[in-house]
Structures are given as structure tokens and as C-alpha cells.
């Protein structure tokens, strides 16, 4: 059995990653960390470990003393945050990428990496709807520059040093178990959690901004089935479209309104709305579904009912 490294397992996707990856490999194979605590359920269901990844060396003793096979590198500073802040997020982002890539080269034990990668790869001069995998990229944010230049780097490591990297195309993410924070499509999880908690949300974005989204478990589902994949059936080396279901926040809105009838929302657009203008609002990812069986499960509707189900019993 492959022991697995979680990096970033207190955040919004690690958060679940590490208890699917445990259900499948066996708890004490799942190594989470974090450069600070996690849920209860992630420090206490199997080994847990603070740990940086900006750190190359404690990084690198970690990976051998825990014997490890494969890496998920979860850590990174989002779209939002990132522009307040765009040399530190540079940093962040590129420099725990390189410190992964190069102990993925020098550790043999070390036989796959995710990364994720995420629709901040496009830019303003990108075809907005159904984005084709292979298409114009000039990203504007700091944090898209990131993730295009980080795609380029997997890309390199792999053809130059046979280092499998695998990586997706992140849309907006919508989880309840821990609130996202610093990204442009968090409104769509905001917005839950205010419904309940006050009966009203102030949203960051217009009212008519598509952007493609997808529920946490079709991507944790997505995520271990292109890691689980046979490279073989891997036409690129570098990220896979992720498109998921393309919704505004007035859908969003509607469909809360259903079960909250009272919900009341009023529009502020921030900085974020230009971030959102330069996305795609909805994303071909025919090459995933055909490659290694990317499948969505949950729609609007279906998600929404879930979201609020699980926050007011979360919030209770
Ligand atoms: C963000 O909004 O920054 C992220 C993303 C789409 O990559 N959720």
C-alpha cells in the first residue's frame, strides 16, 4: 500500500481529500499536514503533522523517515488574496511547487504528485464560454500567473525528469465542511452560511456573473480517480479541464430561496468582480471525461439541498 502525503490538509479541499484517501489506502498510510492545526476528524483519524512546505529540508526528512509514494500539494494562496498580497503569493505558490517537484526527482520512492492547477489559467482574451482545453492563455491575476507558470513547471519535470505529475483545472469549489477563504468563486460558499446565519448575504459579484463550479465530493471523486488513472490513458502532461456546472449568484440565490423563503440578497461587487470578468464561465472538459472517466453527480439543485442541510446541522 502507497503511503500518501496530504500537504495544506486543513483547507477547503484537504480537509476532505484526507478522509477519502484514508477510507481507500488505510488511515495510517494517509499522512496530513498543515502549517497549522485541522479539523478534529483529520488530526485525530490517522498520523497528522505540522509541516511547511516552504521548508526543503524538513519537507524532504519528512518524505523519506515516512517512506512516501505519493504527494497531494494542496497549499496555496487563492485568486483574492493573492492580489493583496502578489510577491508574497508568488512566493508561496511557485516556491512550494519547486520544493515538491525537485524532492519528487530526487526521492525514487516518490512515484506521483498532484497538483492543482485551476480556471485562473485563463484570461480576459480567452473564449469565455466552453473554454477549450487548449486555447489562448494570458491570465491576469497573480494567482493565474501562478498556476499557468506552475502547469509549465509539472509539464517540464515530467518530460525532462519523469516526474508523474497529474493535475486539474480547478473551477469554483462549493464545501461545507470548512469555509473557504481568499478566492473570487467563495460567494458560492458564503452565501450558504450567511443564509443561515442571518437570513441575508451582501455578494462580491454581480448578480449575472457565470462561473463554472463544482461540488467538493465530484471533485475529491475526480481528484483520486485521475490520481488512481493509468498514465497510459493520459493524453497531456499537464492539467485537465475541470468544468463542473456554470451558475450565477442569482441561481444561487433562487435555489436557496426555495428552502429559505425569507433569504434576502443584496450585490456590492468588489475587486473580485474583475477577477470573475476575466474567467470562463463555463469550461469543455471532454478531454477529462474521455481520458479517465471524469463524472459530475451533483447539480444545483442537488447541491444546494445538501449544503444547507449539512451547515444548519454544522451551525447548530
Ligand atoms: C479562487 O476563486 O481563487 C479559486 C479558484 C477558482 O481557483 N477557488
Known amino acids: 500500500m502507497d503511503n500518501i502525503l496530504v500537504i495544506g490538509a486543513a483547507g477547503q479541499i484537504g480537509s476532505e481529500l484526507v478522509i477519502e484517501l484514508r ?15 485541522a479539523p478534529p476528524d483529520i488530526m485525530e483519524g490517522g498520523p497528522f503533522q505540522i509541516l511547511d512546505v516552504m521548508d526543503d529540508k524538513q519537507l524532504i526528512h519528512f518524505i523519506i523517515r515516512h517512506k512516501i509514494n505519493q504527494i497531494y500539494h494542496l497549499a496555496a ?14 512566493k508561496i505558490n511557485m516556491e512550494s511547487l519547486m520544493n515538491i517537484l525537485e524532492v519528487a526527482k530526487m526521492v525514487e520512492e516518490v512515484k506521483k504528485v498532484f497538483w492543482p492547477s485551476s480556471i485562473a489559467v485563463f484570461g480576459p482574451t480567452t473564449p469565455r464560454t466552453d473554454t477549450p482545453q487548449l486555447t489562448v492563455m494570458e491570465p491576469v491575476t497573480v494567482y493565474g500567473i501562478s498556476k499557468l507558470a506552475g502547469e509549465r513547471w509539472c509539464d517540464y519535470y515530467f518530460n525532462k525528469f519523469g516526474v508523474d505529475v497529474r493535475s486539474l483545472r480547478y473551477p469554483g469549489l462549493i464545501s461545507y465542511k470548512t469555509e473557504a477563504g481568499g478566492g473570487t468563486s467563495d460567494y458560492a460558499v458564503e452565501i450558504f452560511y450567511q443564509a443561515i446565519r442571518n437570513g441575508s448575504y451582501e455578494c462580491f459579484l454581480n448578480k449575472d456573473t457565470a462561473l463554472p463550479m463544482l461540488f467538493m465530493p465530484d471533485a475529491i471523486a475526480a481528484t483520486v480517480k485521475l490520481m488512481e488513472a493509468s498514465r497510459s490513458d493520459l493524453s497531456i502532461s499537464c492539467a485537465y479541464n475541470l468544468g463542473g ?8 440565490y433562487r435555489e436557496i430561496r426555495k428552502e ?15 477577477i470573475a470578468d476575466t474567467w470562463p464561465q463555463s469550461v469543455d472538459d471532454s478531454l477529462a471525461r474521455k481520458d479517465w472517466g471524469f463524472k459530475q453527480n451533483y447539480d444545483l439543485e442537488r447541491m444546494s439541498r445538501i449544503m444547507l442541510k449539512e451547515i444548519q446541522n454544522k451551525l447548530k
Open 23 to 37: 477510507k481507500a489506502y488505510g488511515s495510517e498510510h494517509v499522512f496530513a499536514t498543515d502549517v497549522k492545526q
Open 77 to 90: 494562496v487563492l485568486s483574492g488574496n493573492a492580489e493583496k498580497l502578489p510577491t508574497q503569493a508568488w
Open 245 to 252: 456546472m456554470s451558475i450565477t449568484p442569482d441561481q444561487v
Open 260 to 274: 429559505i423563503p425569507g433569504f434576502n440578497i443584496t450585490y456590492r461587487p468588489d475587486f473580485r468582480q474583475e
